[in-house]
């Protein structure tokens, strides 16, 4: 059974259009983390949550501990945020997701 | 901006070999790991490494790898007589002292065994 699951895997947009990439999990965890993964392979934090909203520039991060949910929205996409978008839950260790990848065309 | 650095970006090795992967993480960050994606599939985690000793070790960690850090800054995952499913991209991650729990990865080191 995956700990992380996230929704969809993969999703295609158009410039300008609002996205919203889901992450479920099972277990209790202290931390939730999303990532954004280019196309070359390397690996940036975009957030980290434990409670509560965050946001940063045009994305923005929510968690729901009661409901083990957390969504990453980007607002106006544009073609430089296609990349793979990885949820990871700390739970000790870091359990990562699937990742989700985001094509915007232009 | 401090960055995590890794190499080599890319080794190839034949099987059987040993291989070490270095990482040099952020100067005052505290905790360090070492993360393992094999092409397609998602980043697992393989040891983290906090007060120069091994806090958290995946279940495949001691058939094949080991940890150092030598010389207080290089932060070394070594694999033992590799395998063609070894091939894959190593990450190496740290957290600073006190700080929030973000995450700074490395660039990856890509693995390819023949």
């Known amino acids: 059974k995956n700990e992380v699951e996230q929704s969809p895997q993969n999703l295609t947009a158009q410039e300008g259009e609002f996205i919203t990439i889901n992450c479920s999990y099972s277990v209790g965890i202290s931390a939730l983390h999303w990532l954004q993964q280019h196309p070359g392979g390397g690996i940036v934090s975009l957030f980290m949550l434990s409670s509560g909203k965050k946001k940063h520039g045009r994305l923005i991060a929510t968690i729901n501990i009661q409901e083990k949910h957390s969504s990453l929205h980007i607002t106006a996409s544009h073609p430089r945020d296609s990349a793979v978008y990885i949820c990871?839950?700390?739970?000790?260790?870091?359990?990562f997701g699937q990742g989700t990848r985001l094509t915007i065309n232009p | 901006e401090p960055e995590v650095t890794q190499t080599p970006s890319h080794q190839v090795t034949q099987m059987g070999q040993e291989v070490i992967l270095r990482c040099v993480p952020i100067?005052?960050?505290?905790?360090f790991y070492w993360y393992r994606q094999i092409l397609g599939q998602k980043v697992e985690f393989l040891v983290s490494f906090y007060n120069n000793e091994i806090s958290e070790k995946s279940e495949i960690f001691d058939d094949q790898f080991s940890v150092e850090r030598p010389d207080g800054s290089n932060f070394t995952l070594k694999i033992r007589s590799t395998k063609l499913e070894d091939s894959a991209m190593y990450f190496c991650a740290s957290i600073e002292r006190g700080g929030t729990g973000e995450l700074f990865f490395g660039e990856g080191s890509r693995l390819t065994v023949l």
């Open positions: 990871a839950v700390r739970v000790q260790k870091l359990v």
């Open positions: 100067s005052n960050h505290l905790y």
